[in-house]
């Protein structure tokens, strides 16, 4: 494994945050502060990019359905798509989850139908992929969709998500009873869509080259739902 100096460009946000920290506490590589390094990872949340990259860059970027790729040489360009996490501004990942939360806590109903399928990824399964993208010798040209393979509809999650949500509400009051005990697979009722899934085939081959997987997520859903009501709850107090 060759070590190697990074620098973070671009937008402030937490997905910046949390692959710092990981960068710093393994060690492995160096972190420097200005644009002289081997490698640079940029966020960009907007159309047009803000600053000048002449290195190579993994350049990550949140999805939408009018995005235009920059296309850069020696760049692989991560357009994120459905992050699962606790975004009210929905700029890195839907409102989603941000609006169930808000529905739960008021006891309000929800017109689910509403919300489109996504494709959910976590928070946890990004970070993985850049820590792994860093270790390429040479930085490709790419421009490529991130995000699960598996389609959710949200009255789904949402069911997951209120499971989720009675077990902590009743553990705070000590009223934890058989239905919160009781282990239950996730629902998945979307299997029969006809929507066109993301084409994930140049990031999967990427990948597979590097660590012989290629993209295969790992963190299951209940775990990153779970971490998002621990967000609120930490904020909370």
């Known amino acids: 494994m060759i070590r190697k100096t990074i620098s973070l460009s671009g937008d402030s946000n937490f997905l910046k945050d949390l692959i710092k920290n990981r960068i710093s506490d393994r060690m492995?590589?160096?972190i420097k502060e200005n644009?002289?390094?081997?490698?640079n990872i940029h966020f960009e949340i907007g159309n047009d990019l803000k600053n000048e990259i002449t290195t190579p860059s993994i350049i990550i970027r949140p999805w939408h359905k009018q995005i235009i790729p920059?296309?850069?040489d020696g760049c692989i360009e991560l357009h994120i798509r459905d992050l699962l996490c606790i975004d009210p501004q929905g700029k890195?990942?839907?409102k989603d989850i941000s609006n169930w939360i808000n529905a739960l806590e008021s006891n309000q109903t929800l017109d689910l139908e509403n919300y489109p399928i996504r494709f959910w990824t976590s928070k946890n399964d990004i970070i993985n992929l850049i820590e792994t993208l860093i270790e390429i010798p040479k930085?490709?040209?790419?421009?490529?969709e991130v995000c699960g393979r598996r389609p959710w509809l949200a009255n789904d999650i949402f069911l997951e998500l209120k499971m989720l949500w009675r077990r902590i509400n009743n553990s705070k009051l000590n009223q934890i009873d058989i239905i919160d005990l009781e282990v239950k697979e996730i629902r998945n009722t979307s299997t029969n869509y006809n929507s066109k899934p993301p084409n994930l085939s140049d990031l999967h081959n990427l990948l597979k080259i590097q660590n012989g997987n290629g993209w295969v997520t790992q963190t299951p859903i209940r775990i990153s739902l779970m971490e998002c009501l621990e967000e609120i709850i930490h904020f909370e107090n």
């Open 139 to 144: 930085i490709p040209t790419l421009v490529t």
């Open 92 to 94: 890195w990942g839907p």
């Open 35 to 39: 644009s002289d390094s081997g490698l």
């Open 28 to 30: 492995i590589h160096e």
């Open 70 to 72: 920059f296309d850069l």
